[in-house]
């Protein structure tokens, strides 16, 4: 009975009153990836947790959410309605993460970066020895996760990305052109020879990344129907599996030409880019004016600077040319000391 009237009273309070703020953002994780698994990886949860804290916000506002199904879950009315002002209640809260930010002026501290996982892995991870150099306070947090249009990712510090839609008034700056061709193995084309036309190509192992779906305007029309079109071998969404393939020889592959600049044996077929699509710079202003996150973004911008990098230029370079270009050296991993 004593239960019961414990039940009843809880019941009776306002819904903000029962609602608590931790289970609100599991709500919110489980309604945007529309699973709760995904949500629970997003979280750095258990499934279980995830789970038994969504049950325990229905129970405690007496209303049901989701609908668990065999394809994930789906909102009910109640759900998709509240889904909308939680989601108001996200973007608050970040908002008074950022404005908290402009009064912590410490050099040190955690800059979190959102990054395609193949330029997170071969080009900013090996510059980080450099940054750590100038500023050994800053921690670096970097997500390379496949959900880049997630909404859930507002506490993300700074982004770089091929797609800036749906930023509102964040700052949008370009840092880069990645002009992307097929390459090959030396040691490939030694075995198959080389294709000496784009139909010819097609007829190749080929080696497709099924990621590359952004400023499709800006491929070459024969070049894209070769990628999408042909026979390819291998298939994968992960840039690093990608290029280990095409390392090894198991075929052809349109990868950015920055990759010649420092893997060996690596060859462009072909005198043109099949794409030159544009890469961001997306951040916050007011994360911008911490001195963590400005050092960051310096050393973002100087990374990707074409003055030093020619492959990252507007105007094309091939390949060839790269050693040619003053301070256009081959970027390698630093051995430890």
């Known amino acids: 009975m004593g239960a019961d009237k414990n039940t009843d009273s809880a019941v009776s309070l306002p819904a903000s009153a029962r609602a608590d ?11 945007e990836t529309g699973s709760i698994s995904a949500a629970a990886r997003s979280l750095q949860l258990s499934q279980p947790t995830v789970s038994q804290r969504l049950r325990d916000l229905e129970v405690r506002l007496n ?5 668990r199904g065999p394809q994930g879950v789906v909102l009910t009315e109640a759900g998709v309605r509240i889904r909308d002002h939680v989601a108001v209640m996200q973007r608050s809260a970040s908002a008074i993460d950022r404005l908290l930010r402009e009064f912590d002026e410490k050099p040190e501290g955690r800059v979190k970066i959102a990054v395609p996982d193949g330029i997170g892995s071969f080009w900013i991870a090996p510059r980080i020895p450099a940054l750590q150099r100038v500023h050994p306070g800053v921690t670096l947090s970097i997500d390379g996760g496949f959900w880049s249009d997630s909404t859930l990712r507002d506490e993300i510090d700074i982004s770089i990305q091929y797609d800036t839609r749906g ?5 949008v700056e ?4 990645v002009h992307y061709a097929p390459f090959a193995a030396a040691s490939y084309l030694k075995l198959y020879g080389v294709p000496k036309s784009q139909a010819e190509l097609a007829t190749h192992r080929t080696v497709h ?14 070049a894209e129907a070769v990628r999408t079109l042909s026979a390819y071998n291998v298939e994968t969404n992960c840039s690093a ?8 020889g198991a075929g052809i592959a349109f990868l950015p030409t920055c990759a010649a600049s420092f893997i060996p044996n690596l060859v462009m077929l072909g005198e043109a880019p099949a794409a030159s699509p544009k890469l961001y710079l997306v951040y916050d202003a007011a994360v911008a004016r911490t001195t963590r996150a400005k050092s960051v973004l310096t050393w973002l911008q100087d990374i990707f ?11 094309f370079v ?8 003053s301070g256009a050296g081959t970027m390698t991993f630093e051995p430890p000391e």
């Open 318 to 325: 091939h390949p060839r040319e790269f050693s040619m270009h």
């Open 21 to 31: 703020w931790a289970d609100l953002r599991v709500f919110l994780h489980v309604a």
């Open 167 to 171: 930023f509102g008034e964040q700052v």
């Open 305 to 315: 600077a074409p003055a030093s990098n020619p492959w990252f230029a507007d105007e």
């Open 209 to 222: 990344h099924s990621a590359v779906q952004l400023q499709k305007e800006t491929w070459d029309p024969k």
């Open 241 to 248: 599996t990608l290029l280990m393939s095409v390392m090894a």
């Open 63 to 67: 209303t049901q959410l989701v609908a």
């Open 174 to 177: 370009p840092l880069a052109t």
